[in-house]
């Protein structure tokens, strides 16, 4: 069993940064997928990027590529999401997922845990 918490989001205007972080609990040694989604109003649940505990590159959306960066405390097994350049179309609630395995997906099916998830909203 896996229990994600996410912590950050907030509101901010078109340009501006914010910080989402993740602490996953979990067994100990237990390889995890660490991805972000996002879901904006009457829409479908979006992957935003991942990173794996098994590899160090992270792979992004291409909607966000070069905007966010997603990162990995093995210590204290959490996840950040440092978004940058945001505008209004990043408005979503952002969740946190894991997996307990060495790979790592695009589809929100594969994600066994998530996070109850964090606002975030760009004004314009």
């Known amino acids: 069993q896996v229990h994600l918490e996410e912590s950050g989001g907030g509101s901010v205007q078109a340009g501006g940064s914010l910080s989402l972080s993740c602490a996953a609990s979990?067994?100990?040694?237990?390889?995890?997928?660490l991805g972000w989604f996002r879901q904006a109003p009457g829409k479908e649940r979006e992957w935003v990027a991942y990173?794996?505990?098994?590899?160090?590159?992270?792979y992004y959306a291409r909607s966000v590529q070069g905007r966010f960066t997603i990162s990995k405390d093995d210590a204290n097994n959490s996840v950040a999401l440092e978004m940058s350049s945001l505008q209004p179309e990043d408005t979503a609630m952002y969740y946190c997922?894991?997996?307990?395995?060495?790979?790592?997906?695009?589809?929100?099916?594969?994600?066994?845990?998530w996070g109850q998830g964090t606002q975030v909203t760009v004004s314009a």
């Open positions: 979990s067994p100990t040694n237990t390889r995890l997928c």
């Open positions: 997922a894991a997996d307990p395995s060495e790979g790592c997906s695009r589809q929100s099916s594969y994600y066994s845990f």
């Open positions: 990173i794996s505990s098994a590899y160090t590159a992270p």
